[in-house]
């Protein structure tokens, strides 16, 4: 694997400390145990082991999508990896997708979306709030991710620019007022999903799923428990992120075929030479 480069980023463990850093030469990173010298890491292999200025021993690597999205900046709740990793098995995303997505927050799931439809599909995400999408633009350009989002302000109640989308994600807070426009933008079959943190919401949803032509609906929630690496005394850590929210996924339906119009005495006719 290539040597680290300024301007990448880099990933430090120091401890039980993690510090996703970009490389810029000149530069120090503080930390309790010492201060980490940019320069130190740039040309160095991943993997490399190097110590703070007072002697502390650190490692280098290079960041994980998952080191990415639990670093982002972040204004508001994020979703979480545990819930992502099934979000894109579930709405089949994949190279080449083109996903919509609305409620762009710090942009974690958009990162995730973006870097699994490389290199030719494309994500297209909503947001209503300007403070939002600048905080995901910069959290898109830091990850590299950018090139593959197509960053929109508007409220989508006024529906979405696209058409025969492969899959749609609602990261909002009342998502049943908004599937007839998510129906639109879907392809025949196309993938439906959503994020809401109460069961009340759920409910709602899962009535207005049913009224809007979408099929094979699915609610789950996702816990994640982290286990100590410590062979003498393995057990689980001391905390959990337990609730963040419940998933619910869905299919879109083609609406029916309204009968044609008749009229009423060909009905009566056709009626009488039957009998």
């Not at 940019?38 to 502390?56: E, M, N, R, S």
């Not at 996903?99 to 870097?115: D, F, K, M, R």
């Not at 062979?231 to 619910?248: C, E, F, I, S």
Request: charged share 20%; aromatic share 8%.
């Amino acid at each position: 694997m290539h040597p680290f480069t300024a301007g990448e980023s880099v990933l430090v463990l120091l401890g039980s400390k993690r510090f996703l850093m970009p490389l810029q030469p000149g530069l120090l990173q503080h930390t309790h145990q010492g201060l980490i010298r940019h320069d130190d890491i740039i040309g160095q292999a991943p993997g490399t082991k190097l110590v703070t200025h007072i002697g502390f021993p650190v490692v280098a690597l290079r960041p994980s999508l998952y080191d990415v999205i639990m670093n982002l900046e972040r204004i508001s709740q994020i979703v979480y990896p545990k819930e992502i990793g099934y979000i894109l098995m579930k709405l089949s995303v994949g190279p080449g997708s083109h996903i919509v997505e609305a409620g762009t927050g710090s942009g974690a799931l958009t990162a995730a979306l973006a870097h699994a439809v490389r290199p030719s599909g494309r994500v297209h995400s909503y947001d209503v709030r300007d403070d939002m999408l600048r905080v995901a633009t910069r959290n898109l350009t830091n990850a590299a991710l950018l090139e593959w989002v197509e960053l929109k302000q508007r409220d989508i109640a006024d529906g979405f620019d696209e058409q025969d989308a492969d899959a749609l994600f609602l990261d909002v807070r009342e998502p049943w007022r908004y599937l007839q426009q998510s129906w639109n933008a879907l392809t025949e079959g196309g993938f439906f999903g959503a994020i809401v943190p109460t069961t009340n919401q759920v409910s709602d949803l899962i009535a207005g799923l049913n009224l809007a032509h979408f099929t094979d609906i699915e609610v789950c929630e996702i816990l994640f428990r982290a286990y100590k690496p410590v062979p003498a005394r393995l057990r689980p850590v001391d905390r959990m992120t337990a609730h963040t929210g419940y998933l619910v996924f869905a299919r879109k339906l083609e609406k029916p075929v309204e009968p044609a119009a008749t009229d009423e005495a060909e009905i009566e006719n056709t009626t009488q030479e039957v009998l």
